[in-house]
């Protein structure tokens, strides 16, 4: 599929993330503006509320776009998200009728700030990629123990805390933690030593279930995907992980990116999970190309520094796709809620410049990363991480909007008020 | 204290679970009657959407009760909660002027349906109960290694699904999940054949924090306590768990009661945590008694047969209470969020008949529980359980109300539709 014009000129270039291919949805506001939902077209997003409230948008009986969050499109079903999407195209495309009313309802990306597109009703997080379960198997327990029995059998996830992801821009203030080297005698409650990232995709929940789906209905599921950084305390998860998993060390914050590129968007870019290496059970198997090839990279940069890329990767080396994931999450009968996140698992390739955390990157703090001016093992106060992605089609790209967050200091008393 | 007086006289029995002492909170409707907040009062409810609407409650300026839910409630702080429990009581007790114009606004508990009494915004399980850690610590991991190293510093717990949880009457189905006996060469997809109970008390978060909160701040951050059982597939649960934590092993449902009852109604009947074998670290140091004296009993009921009692303890033998428990959560910044419900962990003495689970009660399987007309070591389908609990006043009792379900054979194709 080649690029589709649009009347937009700043979504006609071949390396814009936001062609009309693409017409991924956020929330965004201006200084006049209240929150409120809007697409993105070339380096312009289009106000969906007022596109409404003009009649230029009409799906369904009751206004979708009164609120600032997309869960009330999500409910209205997959073929809703067809319509709105065609409409969508029409509108924005080159030689649209709607052109002249769409071009008064238009606002710079560059004059707004973005927020939460979606309200997360739960969140979980997967242990899905081979290489970094490997890696943290190794550094944790040991090469021989590093891939847990259960591993090549079910896509390993945990809930995480809904209530800690936050969008794209959001600062992260390092978090306090019990901590207990190997060395200590008892441990102690001070500051994160080892504040790490984790780069991932994450997969949104579009519509509820009551009982298990099939990886195929899981599929259809999914409204769309964005970039996910999921800030993991390595020294907290250490000493509390044993027996029922991280808690607090996941519970700081978890970033996406501002913008919910649409499955429908990724169409092209489906490509299948590896060769399995067991057979997998029935209910878990591919049924067709469920992940995407998506190019990602981690780049990092000090206080008052340059940027310096430290990973990339690409999401098709994962050995489980979110439908996969979310199939598996449904067994034991659990509902699932339109805006259910689901993280992908730290997506890490084999080579040292491809893996998804410093926790690997530095083999454990053990070989530092070089960056601009410096070394990192984990990260430094005033350090900002961005993650960024893109599908590469022909002559056009399916970007997804960079996450990024800096890391404040932690306070100096957790307790002190006001 | 002793038992306080109203005008609805069965309230005034010293084995009535809801004197005006009690006043606990939940959601009713009736033949004629949309779902609604109410409170009970012996055998009867109060409608507090009617008691709003003719002004006999008013609380705040915007309405409370115009929803079938306690949040709005929660959201109002603690001195509306003060402030409502004063005007409830003021209108109930003996000699209340307002008996005439409540009179009518009461509704028999006979002739009422419950419904979940909150939305929960999250759901977290602890593993808080010392002898409960060490007995499930010893048949998953054998006696020396029983209590993770750990266990003594944090309060241990992991984020469940708030999708599934039902309240009290809602019947539970036996859930398929992957399952790998210690013999069996690899995993097969199956019903769950080890299905268990644990018995638990949940704490709801009633005010919203963002960063650390000390003990006190979260003792006081508490709206009130029911009865909870947290459904467990301890087949599905052993083949999962590790590395990263329980999964769809408690992700079929988790059943509490009805009723709210209020952490004031709970005052009288505060204890202290029992004596720390190692002593913690400042932030999660005890600063007061915050365990409550509740004396706890779970029957089970064969289909068709009579319940019998197959355990009695009491929530005092807890080693961490929902305070310590809620200043840990919070100490890597996540944000708390009223309708928060956070699960003590199972409540197990030492003595065999003191135990929350089968998992304890039948050491592993190994030791049949006796019941009326056979004997268990899991559930068997049919099997209806419930979980009882009051505090024991001067005369008077502080009761939850039951905290029941039936668990359902499983589907014969989890993947049937229609």
Same mark, same amino acid.
């Given at each position: 599929?080649?690029?589709?014009?649009?009347?937009?000129?700043?979504?006609? $270039?071949?390396?814009?993330?936001?062609?009309?291919?693409?017409?991924?949805?956020?929330?965004?506001?201006?200084?006049?503006?209240?929150?409120?939902?809007?697409?993105?077209?070339?380096?312009?997003?289009?106000?969906?509320?007022?596109?409404?409230?003009?009649?230029?948008?009409?799906?369904?009986? +009751?206004? *979708?776009?009164?609120?600032?969050?997309?869960?009330?499109?999500?409910?209205?079903?997959?073929?809703?998200?067809? +319509?709105? !999407?065609?409409?969508?195209?029409?509108?924005? @495309?080159?030689?649209?009728?709607?052109?002249?009313?769409?071009? =008064?309802?238009?606002?710079?990306?560059?004059?707004?700030?973005?927020?939460?597109?979606? *309200?997360?009703?739960? &969140?979980?997080?997967?242990?899905? %990629?081979?290489?970094?379960?490997?890696?943290?198997?190794?550094?944790?327990?040991? #090469?021989?123990?590093?891939?847990?029995?259960?591993?090549?059998?079910?896509?390993?996830?945990?809930?995480?805390?809904?209530?800690?992801?936050?969008?794209?821009?959001?600062?992260?203030?390092?978090? /306090?933690?019990?901590?207990?080297?190997?060395?200590?005698?008892?441990?102690?409650?001070?500051?994160? @030593?080892?504040?790490?990232?984790? *780069?991932?995709?994450?997969?949104?929940? %579009?519509?509820?279930?009551?009982? #298990?789906?099939?990886?195929?209905?899981?599929?259809?599921?999914?409204?769309?995907?964005?970039?996910?950084?999921? /800030?993991? +305390?390595?020294?907290?998860? +250490?000493?509390?992980?044993?027996?029922? %998993?991280?808690?607090?060390?996941?519970?700081?914050?978890?970033?996406?990116?501002?913008?919910?590129?649409?499955?429908?968007?990724?169409?092209?870019? !489906?490509?299948?999970? #590896?060769?399995?290496?067991? @057979?997998?059970?029935?209910?878990? =198997?591919?049924?067709?190309?469920?992940? &995407?090839?998506?190019?990602?990279?981690?780049?990092?940069?000090?206080?008052?520094?340059? #940027?310096?890329?430290?990973?990339?990767?690409?999401?098709?080396?994962? &050995?489980?796709?979110?439908?996969?994931?979310?199939?598996?999450?449904?067994?034991?009968?659990?509902?699932?809620?339109?805006?259910? *996140?689901?993280? $992908?698992?730290?997506?890490?390739?084999? @080579? =040292?410049?491809?893996?998804?955390?410093?926790?690997?990157? $530095?083999?454990?703090? =053990?070989?530092?990363?070089?960056?601009?001016?410096?070394?990192?093992?984990?990260?430094?106060?005033?350090?900002?991480?961005?993650?960024?992605?893109?599908?590469? %089609?022909?002559? &056009?790209?399916?970007?997804?909007?960079?996450?990024?967050?800096?890391?404040?200091?932690?306070?100096?008393?957790?307790?002190?008020?006001?």
């Amino acid at each position: 599929m080649p690029l589709k014009k649009s009347w937009v000129e700043s979504a006609n $270039s071949a390396d814009t993330p936001f062609p009309l291919n693409n017409l991924p949805y956020g929330v965004f506001a201006t200084d006049d503006l209240d929150p409120r939902c809007g697409v993105a077209i070339g380096d312009m997003i289009l106000d969906c509320q007022r596109a409404e409230e003009e009649g230029l948008i009409a799906l369904g009986d +009751a206004p *979708l776009f009164d609120v600032p969050f997309w869960n009330e499109v999500m409910e209205e079903g997959p073929e809703a998200w067809a +319509a709105l !999407r065609d409409r969508l195209t029409q509108i924005l @495309e080159e030689g649209s009728k709607d052109r002249e009313a769409a071009e =008064k309802l238009l606002v710079k990306q560059s004059d707004a700030t973005m927020q939460m597109p979606f *309200l997360v009703a739960e &969140y979980t997080d997967f242990y899905a %990629g081979r290489n970094h379960a490997f890696n943290v198997g190794s550094l944790f327990r040991g #090469p021989e123990n590093a891939l847990p029995p259960n591993w090549l059998h079910i896509p390993i996830g945990y809930n995480g805390r809904a209530s800690s992801v936050v969008v794209s821009g959001t600062e992260v203030r390092r978090p /306090w933690g019990q901590l207990k080297g190997p060395n200590d005698d008892k441990p102690r409650f001070a500051p994160c @030593e080892r504040f790490d990232l984790e *780069l991932e995709m994450g997969a949104i929940v %579009g519509t509820a279930s009551d009982g #298990p789906v099939t990886v195929d209905e899981a599929d259809q599921m999914i409204f769309g995907y964005v970039l996910l950084n999921d /800030w993991s +305390a390595r020294d907290i998860q +250490a000493w509390e992980y044993q027996p029922l %998993g991280p808690f607090q060390a996941k519970a700081t914050a978890t970033t996406i990116s501002p913008w919910i590129v649409t499955r429908a968007a990724l169409e092209p870019f !489906r490509t299948d999970t #590896p060769e399995r290496e067991v @057979e997998l059970l029935p209910h878990l =198997k591919d049924t067709g190309p469920m992940l &995407y090839d998506i190019e990602l990279s981690v780049s990092l940069a000090p206080e008052g520094g340059q #940027p310096t890329t430290i990973s990339q990767t690409n999401y098709s080396v994962m &050995y489980y796709s979110s439908a996969q994931q979310l199939a598996h999450h449904t067994t034991a009968g659990s509902p699932m809620t339109p805006g259910d *996140l689901l993280g $992908s698992g730290t997506i890490s390739g084999t @080579e =040292k410049g491809t893996l998804g955390s410093l926790l690997e990157l $530095s083999w454990g703090g =053990k070989n530092p990363v070089q960056i601009d001016g410096g070394e990192r093992t984990f990260l430094q106060d005033g350090d900002t991480l961005t993650l960024h992605g893109h599908a590469q %089609g022909d002559g &056009y790209r399916i970007g997804f909007g960079d996450c990024t967050g800096t890391l404040l200091p932690a306070l100096s008393d957790p307790y002190a008020r006001g």
